[in-house]
């Protein structure tokens, strides 16, 4: 007991004695994480970056094949999920002949808004924020839907 | 003994330093929050990009012929009437 007592003494000693020595790095090391803590603070602050060159060019895709998609939200044969990707909701609108296109377009659009959403995760800096950002998304496809889209709530397709 | 005066003092700069450390731990935290304004902020501005939605106009305001086409009974059943049927889940 008395030795554990002596030991930590001894340990406190040391680093009192560290401390001493090198206090003025003790202040600089301290100096420069206070500072690169309120430069992340800022960078949180701001925008989400939206631009790097593979989030354009996934944008750039995505907003070329909407020209072929948005027909098919209007007659509600695909929809947007909750999860924030898009489905075939009704095949039955689309003639036979179609079914495979729309279901390679829907495929395509899943893997474009995967690509999206860990390419600006990515691009901040925090991979670990694709879910959220997908969430985000999620909420705001279907609050920025036309009306008469169909959109997932709980579960369940209903028309916007 | 003689350290027996000492260790008051040498444990409170240990409470000191596990103070700070507790702080700066803390404040590293706050920084991996998510800024959930900003995601949103951001996603709008994608989502008009892709969707072509001039900037400002929410593409839900403008009133598109779905909700009308419900009302109308089976008289013209030309269009495509399995519209309708989803729209009551």
New interface residues.
Partial sequence: MTLSI?TT?QW??Q??LF?RDYYHIFKRMIFV?VAS?VS??AH?????D?NTPAVAAV?AS??SR?QRLSPHY???AVGLTEDGFVAV??A??VPLSQRSALAALVKDENADRAR?YQG?AAANG?PE?EG??QR??A???I??????W?VQRDG????? | MNFAAKPSLQWMNAFALAVATTGLTACVTINIYFPAAAAEKAADKVIDEIWQTPAGQSPASVPGPAPQESDVPAATPAVSPSVNQESAP
């Fill in positions: 002596n003494y406190l000693m680093l009192q401390k994480v803590m992340i603070q949180a602050a701001a925008d989400l939206v944008k995505m907003q909407h209007q007659s509600g909701r009704d039955g609108l999206l600006i925090h924020w959220e950002i985000t998304f909420q705001r496809w609050d920025r839907a036309q009306s008469g169909p369940q397709w209903v028309r916007k």
